[in-house]
């Protein structure tokens, strides 16, 4: 998703491109890109050697490398050989490259779970590898954490919230994100630079409720976690990743507000909103 998007963005602007795929990577997918003049690759993060071939060459490398949420396989694709192991080797081979340029999408949300540690560790290979480094934290997606896929389903009218659902998010598009990843090649704001990233206000989760309900014109079911249950599902789980998902889930619960005002006019971006979200998804 994220990545699609970057990779778009750079063959606008007329940037000789080249997309790491892997075997498995959706055939249109890959089709679309290279429709657009993208160069792909075949690799994979857990095979160093693609990696070297990929990053031969290259002046700037941007990560946006996740074993989460959707091709997730214990002992083969997760937190310890993609978003740990992996990185490592792809930050590795880029330094071997004589990459000038590396931008890691890491994120902003912190506590104590897998998928946390890794990304911090990852951030912290960049910080020491010697390369210009940029790494972006973006909140909250839209697109993942307002939709079905994590229980707000509103085309059903029927949402799950975590917590109270009254702490501020700074809920933010991937697609803005993916505009950030694109100019840090070029701003001088990025360089050597941690950027944490959100949209334009931070929204509690019940107001969210709320602007979907304004927009669809009726009222919402609403299921609230609390976070002791989720405290304890995490506490009780042996699997890296469901401690990590619902780690991430006690984090919204507990807010995650993101001052952006100076950053977006430091890039020059106008960011999208929730209401903006909430409009094309309900059309």
């Given at each position: 998703?994220?990545?699609?998007?970057?990779?778009?963005?750079l063959?606008?602007?007329?940037?000789?491109?080249?997309?790491?795929?892997?075997?498995?990577?959706?055939?249109?997918?890959?089709?679309?890109?290279?429709?657009?003049?993208?160069?792909?690759?075949?690799?994979?993060v857990?095979?160093?050697?693609?990696?070297?071939?990929?990053?031969?060459?290259?002046?700037?490398?941007?990560?946006?490398?996740?074993?989460?949420?959707?091709?997730?396989?214990?002992?083969?694709?997760?937190?310890?050989?993609?978003?740990?192991?992996?990185?490592?080797?792809?930050?590795?081979?880029?330094?071997?490259?004589?990459?000038?340029?590396?931008?890691?999408?890491s994120?902003?949300?912190?506590?104590?779970?897998?998928?946390?540690?890794?990304?911090?560790?990852?951030?912290?290979?960049?910080?020491?590898?010697?390369m210009?480094?940029?790494i972006?934290?973006?909140?909250?997606?839209?697109?993942?954490?307002?939709?079905?896929?994590?229980?707000?389903?509103?085309?059903?009218?029927?949402?799950?919230?975590?917590?109270?659902?009254?702490?501020?998010?700074?809920?933010?598009?991937?697609?803005?994100?993916?505009?950030?990843?694109?100019?840090s090649?070029?701003?001088?704001?990025?360089?050597?630079?941690?950027?944490?990233?959100g949209?334009?206000?931070?929204?509690?989760?019940?107001?969210?409720?709320?602007?979907?309900?304004?927009?669809?014109?009726r009222?919402?079911a609403?299921?609230?976690?609390?976070?002791?249950?989720?405290?304890?599902?995490?506490?009780?789980?042996?699997?890296?990743?469901?401690?990590?998902?619902?780690?991430?889930?006690?984090?919204?619960?507990?807010?995650?507000?993101?001052?952006?005002?100076?950053?977006?006019?430091?890039?020059?971006?106008?960011?999208?909103?929730?209401?903006?979200?909430?409009?094309?998804?309900?059309?």
């Amino acid at each position: 998703m994220l990545g699609g998007e970057i990779c778009r963005l750079l063959a606008g602007k007329g940037a000789p491109t080249r997309a790491l795929v892997r075997s498995t990577s959706d055939k249109e997918a890959v089709r679309a890109l290279q429709d657009l003049g993208v160069e792909t690759t075949l690799g994979d993060v857990r095979d160093r050697a693609s990696l070297d071939r990929a990053c031969a060459g290259v002046t700037a490398v941007i990560s946006t490398i996740s074993s989460m949420p959707t091709r997730y396989q214990p002992g083969s694709n997760d937190i310890a050989s993609v978003d740990t192991d992996g990185l490592r080797h792809l930050i590795a081979a880029a330094k071997t490259a004589s990459v000038e340029h590396f931008v890691l999408t890491s994120f902003t949300i912190e506590g104590d779970f897998p998928l946390h540690d890794a990304k911090r560790a990852a951030e912290g290979y960049l910080k020491e590898s010697g390369m210009r480094y940029t790494i972006l934290r973006p909140s909250y997606f839209m697109e993942v954490w307002l939709s079905p896929m994590v229980g707000f389903d509103y085309a059903k009218g029927a949402v799950r919230i975590f917590g109270s659902g009254d702490r501020p998010v700074s809920f933010i598009s991937y697609k803005d994100v993916a505009r950030f990843a694109a100019a840090s090649l070029e701003n001088p704001a990025a360089k050597n630079a941690v950027l944490p990233l959100g949209g334009p206000e931070a929204v509690s989760p019940r107001s969210v409720v709320g602007i979907f309900e304004e927009l669809a014109r009726r009222k919402f079911a609403v299921e609230a976690v609390p976070e002791s249950v989720l405290a304890a599902q995490q506490e009780a789980s042996s699997d890296p990743m469901q401690q990590s998902f619902t780690g991430l889930m006690r984090a919204l619960a507990g807010g995650d507000s993101v001052a952006m005002d100076g950053l977006a006019k430091a890039f020059g971006l106008k960011l999208s909103s929730v209401r903006d979200y909430a409009k094309g998804a309900l059309t």
